[in-house]
């Protein structure tokens, strides 16, 4: 099977520019998760998406938003852009919600924003 | 949902055994330990994961006390290889939703 993949793998824009981060889930799975990383923050959960709907969501301003398709594949959208939004942003699917599930991670999206 | 936490960093010789710990003290009965490496710049690599039960894979051992308020992951035999962060997670549904909090994480540094 085909691993967790994100594209693009680096990006970068300037400020006050809106992006879009895609994610195609492993085959099968129906849960995808997104998470912001920065060096002083470590991993932060920024949403989850199951069967096309938004589960939950993290502490992030209204300019982080995502959809989920029916085919599962994910995508993410910030607008105006910040220079705090400068990360790797992950996500990481799964094939439920069960508890007792591992999260598969890809590779992420390096964002960098000028 | 339950916090860990855990040492900034951590070195091992390599060839020894090296020993992780987490605290999650304010766990609950139906949360799962998870632990997870990220190698600089990929993406988080599940390890290993348990109830309450120690827990024994091809990578690692997690090891959790009986009154689950803190794991041990234990890496028998450290390579260079296994230098990396490590997080130690605890997975909960939250009214049915997944919500999956990660700490800072252990910076392991195998030493030659």
């Known amino acids: 099977k085909a691993g967790v993949t994100q594209t693009p793998r680096y990006l970068i824009k300037t400020r006050g520019q809106q992006v879009t981060l895609s994610c195609s889930p492993i085959?099968?799975?129906?849960?995808v998760s997104w998470y912001q990383q920065t060096p002083g923050q470590g991993l932060q959960f920024l949403f989850e998406?199951?069967?096309?709907?938004?589960?939950n969501k993290g502490n992030f301003p209204g300019r982080f938003s995502g959809r989920q398709f029916s085919n599962s594949r994910s995508e993410m959208n910030v607008s105006t852009l910040e220079l705090g939004d400068s990360a790797l942003y992950l996500c990481?699917?799964?094939?439920?919600?069960?508890?007792?599930?591992?999260?598969?991670f890809g590779s992420g999206t390096q964002l960098s924003v000028l | 949902d339950a916090k860990t936490t855990q040492p900034p960093s951590m070195d091992c010789a390599e060839g020894r055994a090296a020993n992780l710990p987490c605290n999650h003290s304010?766990?609950?009965?139906?949360?799962?330990v998870y632990w997870y490496r990220q190698i600089h710049s990929q993406g988080p690599q599940y390890i290993i994961h348990g109830l309450k039960n120690n827990e024994t894979n091809e990578m690692a051992s997690l090891i959790i006390t009986e009154d689950r308020k803190s794991s041990t992951l234990i890496l028998p035999h450290a390579t260079l290889r296994d230098t990396a962060v490590y997080y130690c997670i605890v997975r909960s549904n939250s009214g049915g939703y997944q919500k999956v909090t990660f700490g800072i994480g252990t910076k392991l540094q195998v030493i030659p």
């Open positions: 304010t766990i609950s009965g139906n949360e799962y």
């Open positions: 085959s099968g799975h129906r849960s």
């Open positions: 990481a699917s799964s094939p439920w919600q069960a508890t007792n599930e591992k999260l598969f």
């Open positions: 998406y199951f069967s096309e709907t938004q589960r």
